[in-house]
T-cell receptor, first 109, second 116 residues
Framework: TQLLEQSPQFLSIQEGENLTVYCNSS?????LQWYRQEPGEGPVLLVT?????EVKKLKRLTFQFGDARKDSSLHITAAQPGDTGLYLC?????????FGKGTRLSVIA | GAVVSQHPSRVICKSGTSVKIECRSL??????MFWYRQFPKQSLMLMAT?????????EQGVEKDKFLINHASLTLSTLTVTSAHPEDSSFYIC????????????FGDGTRLSIL
């Protein structure tokens, strides 16, 4: 079974601060996805990374896929209250999409 | 594009009732649909994978006789929670995918099931 460890589980920061969320596994994934989920809604895809070492940027969000395709990170620059939510990483390999436990981010104005 | 609609969005019913949840791909034909369950403050756990016209593949620990999945067309899959009990209360989310692995999954907005 492929498992994804996500850290930190909870994060509360002030507006304007930077943060990084990590997603780690001992397994290799063919692709890794990051989602954001609002309460009472389904997850919304932010990005998919497929190549080892790949870096993708989405405005203030930077996503990186590890060289060995076992880990990934999400970095948010100058966080805003609107970034508050649950961030989930999910990996796909020889099994269907496996989700990490999520990072609940709270950005305080 | 790639909209997945889930219905109902919320269900409250008595213990022992069977509840059906629908998952529709509105503007595309989904080769595969997935059903997830999410307990409060936890992540999504895959329950089963279904391909149109064939039996669903259930994850370990998920009772196939308890959670009946029907995937009769390329745009509709249903999950029926039979004889639901309070411990079945959860947030159920479906997703749909065109093509095989590596293709993106599109998620519905979930169904909040509360069993009294």
């Amino acid at each position: 079974t492929q498992l994804l460890e996500q850290s930190p589980q909870f994060l509360s920061i002030q507006e304007g601060e930077n943060l990084t969320v990590y997603c780690n596994s001992s397994s290799v994934f063919s692709s890794l996805q990051w989602y954001r989920q609002e309460p009472g809604e389904g997850p919304v895809l932010l990005v998919t990374v497929v190549t080892g070492g790949e870096v993708k940027k989405l405005k203030r969000l930077t996503f990186q896929f590890g060289d060995a395709r076992k880990d990934s990170s999400l970095h948010i620059t100058a966080a805003q209250p609107g970034d508050t939510g649950l961030y989930l990483c999910a990996g796909e390999g020889n099994t269907p999409l496996v989700f990490g436990k999520g990072t609940r981010l709270s950005v305080i104005a | 594009g790639a909209v997945v609609s889930q219905h109902p969005s919320r269900v409250i019913c008595k213990s022992g009732t069977s509840v059906k949840i629908e998952c529709r791909s509105l503007d595309f034909q989904a080769t595969t649909m997935f059903w997830y369950r999410q307990f409060p403050k936890q992540s999504l756990m895959l329950m089963a994978t279904s391909n149109e016209g064939s039996k669903a593949t259930y994850e370990q620990g998920v009772e196939k006789d308890k959670f009946l999945i029907n995937h009769a067309s390329l745009t509709l899959s249903t999950l029926t929670v039979t004889s639901a009990h309070p411990e079945d209360s959860s947030f159920y989310i479906c997703s749909a995918r065109v093509g095989g692995r590596g293709q993106p999954q599109h998620f519905g907005d979930g169904t909040r099931l509360s069993i009294l």
